[in-house]
């Protein structure tokens, strides 16, 4: 075939392809730098006729969803003698996608382990990417294909709807296609060699397609492009695979099912920079929650505008890395006291359940999205955590020698006790049932500040269907009349599991008491004033002259001073006792003072 | 029927030996306000009944239909039901734990799961050597609530979620106040429904500083 010839036939695969002509996965599509696309055409016009000037002429005549895709790809394959060409050839062909319409609900790990378990052959999944909602990935075997063909419908999810599995012939997939000349890859490495600081196992790949290097041996590293992305994890596997520390940023990443794949391949870092790109999603963040990191850096992404306060945008980061100890450049206090050996949270999992890590870690998971709806949010988005026919009733202490329990009954007026509650219509009312009316009666509570650091959870009960636990910790009130107000709470949850791995409430039992002296303490001397559960109410004048008085008269700042004074509902004398009490004790630690 | 069957061998089984049975009478214990006991007709059963066994009347539904899991029955009747075995349960776990520890196993299900201030102790061995360490006790219930367990968590097992609060005294320690929560759950028979720990959560309010 001539030159010619060969190049028309290469155009024509790529308009047959129709969506696949395009070497991104993803549906939406952002645009190249100008400068370097019309440095690619005026190379490339001997070459190929490209499929953009094809677009422009004839008013789109193959678009993908509502983009149109404008590449450029320079491909000197045609030029390539035959025996490089047989061998590309047979890379090349016997490739198979494989897609999973809605597989975007799933977790990657449980879906490929469930598609793994029921092939009888283990197979690599090449270039898994999402597209919209289908998670998609290519295979070469066409042994291992016809066995994922009969896996469709034989796996079941959560809510026992059965997962169908589309398997086709395709054109290989675009790492493959398009893999880099040895040339390049050479360049690459040498590049990236360059850019690696063994002292700190750092890699710094930031623009790095504008990198001199690479610019000078006109070799274009878009990492948005599979290709690119794999040929650079695949240096970093072979050349730094115990990797620490890598940055991403300024990048112009709009996704991240490239970066996965690094996953298995530099399982150490704990360090990640993707500022300044275009992730526009926390969903793109969580394809790579594999990665136990401990420090990311997302500012400068579209995704940071779509949150509406810190908080909530910190709480959904650190759900997906559990480990993450700095957001941003800001770092949270250690982490939660559910992560630090929390010895009566492990007894009970060693004796019920099976995998005690990942229940722990749902748990906490569960407890850190409910509670940031329950403080931070408006509750009304709790309705998602509910079941239809949940129930709630809270419980209000009834000691009859706590004279502060007046005010918590006054608060807390839906209290059912049973054991003062005789009439049977009353209890039936004092029952929340079905998760309006739940949620209805939890937006009328008080608005709390939950203290995490303070949470015990005690696992009742694990089976298939039911995860029942009792969680005991403290919470500020921060609004009404006894605002500051430290209470200590003991709640009951009896969940099942629902879908994509979230919880969902069946019972719900809340019990109140004012927080002991100590347990005010306790929670004191963990916070730290740059905790992000800290909580800083506006104080009234009389408040800050007390304040004031306070912080003279015991020599603590006025922080802790403040702090003091609110946990023992601004009872100055009340205060003050405590105060003696655990300096004497010597458990007011030092940084009070300073 | 075999349950009933069975039902009916234990208690030939429990009464052998028992000497307390006969002046344990009082099913009604004080201050309860729970009246168990409605038609007279069941006072001929009290003679048979063993104490330490929380038992109530079968849902109305159940025992006209014959099926133990009528979906006829409405939330209000769980949540009846669910109360009244609150109570009963509430009342007799506590004196059974003051007054008759050694008993107290009988109500629990086999593979049931104590946790104690953190501490898990499972299946009825272990529990009976627990509660045989554990010192005389004295305990106050102040709070008490309960909810019916949705059958979608249970598989179908009726179950209840019962909570308490009060304070306890155990022999040569401090008065504590607690808190304790407990899943109930049903063995149903067409004559009543007798009602196991299915777990138990018992934690001092002050469990941290007593260590």
């Known amino acids: ?594 | 029927m075999e349950g009933t069957g069975s039902y009916h061998r234990d208690w030939s089984e429990e009464n052998r030996g028992r000497q307390y049975q006969q002046h344990d009478q009082h099913r009604q214990p004080e201050g309860s306000g729970s009246h168990y006991y409605g038609p007279q007709g069941d006072h001929s059963r009290q003679g048979n009944r063993i104490p330490e066994e929380v038992v109530t009347p079968p849902l109305a539904a159940s025992a006209s239909s014959g099926s133990l899991m009528a979906a006829a029955v409405d939330f209000k009747t769980h949540v009846d039901q669910a109360c009244r075995a609150a109570e009963e349960f509430v009342n007799i776990y506590y004196e059974t734990m003051d007054k008759r520890r050694q008993a107290l196993t009988r109500l629990y299900l086999d593979k049931a799961t104590l946790i104690w201030n953190g501490n898990v102790v499972t299946g009825l061995d272990a529990l009976a050597n627990f509660f045989d360490m554990l010192p005389s006790s004295e305990f106050q219930v102040n709070m008490l609530d309960c909810q019916p367990v949705h059958e979608q968590a249970t598989q179908a097992q009726t179950t209840i979620l019962v909570v308490t609060s009060g304070t306890v005294k155990f022999d040569g320690n401090k008065q504590h106040y607690f808190n304790q929560n407990f899943l109930l759950t049903a063995q149903c028979t067409p004559s009543n429904t007798v009602w196991k720990i299915a777990s138990d959560c018992f934690r001092f309010q002050d469990w941290a500083s007593s260590n």
């Open chain 1, 1 to 594: 075939m001539s030159e010619r010839q060969e190049e028309q036939k290469r155009h024509l695969q790529l308009m047959k392809r129709g969506a696949d002509g395009n070497e991104e996965y993803s549906g939406t599509f952002q645009e190249e730098d100008d400068s370097v696309e019309m440095r690619d055409v005026q190379d490339e016009l001997q070459v190929r006729h490209t499929p953009c000037n094809v677009t422009h002429k004839r008013k789109v005549k193959w678009h993908y969803q509502s983009q149109i895709h404008i590449t450029v790809w320079k491909n000197k394959k045609a030029l390539e003698n035959k025996v490089g060409e047989t061998m590309q050839d047979r890379t090349l062909r016997n490739w198979f996608k494989v897609t999973i319409p809605w597989g975007r609900k799933y977790d990657k790990e449980w879906l490929m382990n469930s598609i793994q378990n029921h092939c009888s052959v283990p197979f690599t999944p090449v270039d898994f990417h999402y597209v919209r909602n289908r998670a998609r990935f290519f295979i070469q075997d066409s042994s291992i294909a016809s066995e994922l063909k009969d896996v469709s419908y034989k796996i079941c999810d959560e809510e026992n709807q059965k997962i169908c599995i589309f398997v086709n012939k395709c054109a290989a997939p675009f790492s493959v296609q398009n893999k880099l000349e040895p040339e390049e890859m050479y360049q690459l490495e040498m590049t990236m060699n360059k850019r690696y600081d063994v002292t700190q196992q750092a890699l710094d790949l930031q623009t790095l397609r504008f990198d001199p290097d690479l610019v000078g041996h006109e070799i274009d590293i878009i990492l948005n492009r599979r290709n690119c992305m794999s040929a650079a994890l695949k240096i970093i596997e072979k050349n730094f695979p115990n990797l620490l520390s890598l940055n991403l940023c300024n990048n112009k990443l709009y996704q991240l099912d490239g970066l996965c794949d690094i996953i298995p391949k530099a399982p150490m870092i704990k360090i990640l920079n993707l500022s300044n790109n275009e992730l526009s999603s926390t969903w793109e963040v969580s394809k790579i929650k594999g990665l136990k990191l401990e420090e990311l850096w997302l500012e400068g992404n579209p995704l940071c505008d779509t949150f509406s306060d810190q908080l909530t945008y910190v709480s959904v980061i650190r759900s997906y890395f559990p480990k993450l100890r700095c957001l941003d450049g800001q770092n949270f206090t250690s982490p939660t006291a559910l992560d630090i050996s929390s010895p009566d949270l492990v007894k009970p999992c060693q004796k019920t359940c099976k995998e005690p890590e990942e229940l722990r870690n749902l748990i906490r998971q569960f407890l850190r999205q409910y509670y940031s709806l329950y403080d931070n949010g408006d509750r009304q988005g709790l309705l998602a955590a509910y079941h239809e026919e949940s129930c709630f009733s809270l419980s209000v202490s009834s000691n009859p020698e706590d004279i502060a329990l007046n005010s918590l009954c006054d608060i807390y007026k839906e209290s059912r006790n049973m054991k003062m509650i005789k009439d049977d219509y009353l209890r039936l009312q004092l029952l929340k049932h079905t998760k309006h009316d739940v949620v209805r009666s939890l937006c009328v509570l008080p608005k709390t500040q939950h203290d995490l650091n303070s949470f015990v959870v005690d696992l009742l009960i694990q089976t298939d269907t039911m995860l029942c636990f009792s969680v005991h910790g403290v919470f500020k009130e921060v609004e009404g009349s006894s605002q500051g107000s430290l209470r200590a709470f003991v709640r009951t949850f009896i969940t099942t599991p629902g879908c994509c791995s979230n919880l969902c409430i069946m019972n719900d039992e809340l019990f109140v008491r004012v927080a002991t002296a100590r347990e005010a303490q306790c929670s004191l001397s963990l916070q730290t004033p740059t905790s992000v559960f800290n909580f800083k109410p506006t104080l009234s004048q009389e408040q800050q002259e007390m304040v004031q008085s306070f912080s003279t008269q015991s020599g603590m700042n006025f922080h802790w001073s403040q702090k003091c004074l609110q946990d023992n509902e601004w009872n100055y004398i009340k205060a003050c006792e405590v105060f003696i009490m655990l300096k004497t004790e010597g458990r007011i630690p030092m940084e009070a003072f300073q």
